[in-house]
């Protein structure tokens, strides 16, 4: 994957654009949280899900503030720090604090509670929470979370998560591929879909992007199926892009 005049430049014919404004909005005081997909009070029948992913979440929790413990089963469950230090605590003994650079999965399987807070009383917390329907049920549930060089994802594709456990990144019981990249303006790569069933949600963390021949922008989801390679252009400094390969049917 590099910047290169010869990565090939295709049309992105099966897609739909969510912008950043036509998300699910929560405002709870402590809590400010977007929603891509139908989540809590927020109902889209339109925006149920992409293929296997479920739930993608952009929260914002003031200091001091958190989800108290609450349960989930049967769920693949990834949180992305974007800013601040979150705690997490579970029923499986595990007492925690993840930041920017982590990556934490639950496999929530049979069942497990859980809490989430903000570990600072001085600056908010920012981080992403994704749900992905599992290809098995009932597994033991399970947590990791690993740290990652922020300087690999610098003009590249770093991989965060996928279905192997061998493999970079966490791993979750599905056909699942996730990256960040972070890119100068003008950089060019391509992503080669693992499985061509699968589709591909690419999500903007900043900045701006082309997506084949779509212009996202920050904070703005773009589901494409029916491809087997996807080319991406910043359009600024700085842009950085999360890409999640999921199964479409499952």
């Not at 049979?110 to 570990?119: A, C, F, I, P, R």
Request: aromatic content about 10%.
């Amino acid at each position: 994957m590099e910047n290169s005049d010869k990565l090939i430049d295709k049309a992105i014919t099966h897609s739909v654009l969510h912008k950043a404004n036509t998300r699910g909005h929560a405002n709870h005081g402590w809590l400010e949280s977007h929603h891509t997909f139908s989540f809590a009070n927020y109902h889209n029948p339109d925006r149920m899900n992409f293929g296997a992913l479920r739930v993608l979440n952009d929260d914002r929790v003031n200091q001091g503030m958190g989800f108290g413990e609450h349960p989930h089963d049967n769920m693949e469950i990834i949180s992305i720090p974007l800013e601040g230090d979150l705690e997490h605590q579970d029923s499986m003994g595990n007492t925690t604090v993840i930041k920017q650079g982590d990556i934490q999965v639950m496999s929530a399987g049979t069942g497990l509670y859980h809490s989430e807070y903000n570990k600072n009383k001085d600056q908010l917390v920012k981080f992403l929470q994704i749900w992905v329907y599992p290809n098995k049920k009932n597994v033991t549930p399970r947590y990791d979370q690993i740290t990652l060089d922020l300087n690999d994802r610098h003009n590249k594709l770093q991989q965060i998560l996928s279905p192997n456990p061998e493999d970079e990144g966490v791993w979750i019981h599905q056909d699942a591929w996730f990256h960040i990249g972070k890119f100068d303006n003008g950089f060019s790569t391509s992503y080669e879909l693992k499985k061509p069933e699968n589709g591909i949600y690419a999500f903007v963390l900043k900045g701006d992007f082309m997506i084949g021949n779509i212009a996202v922008n920050e904070r703005d989801g773009l589901e494409i199926w029916d491809t087997n390679t996807i080319k991406i252009t910043a359009n600024t400094a700085n842009a950085e892009i999360l890409l999640m390969e999921v199964p479409m049917q499952f």
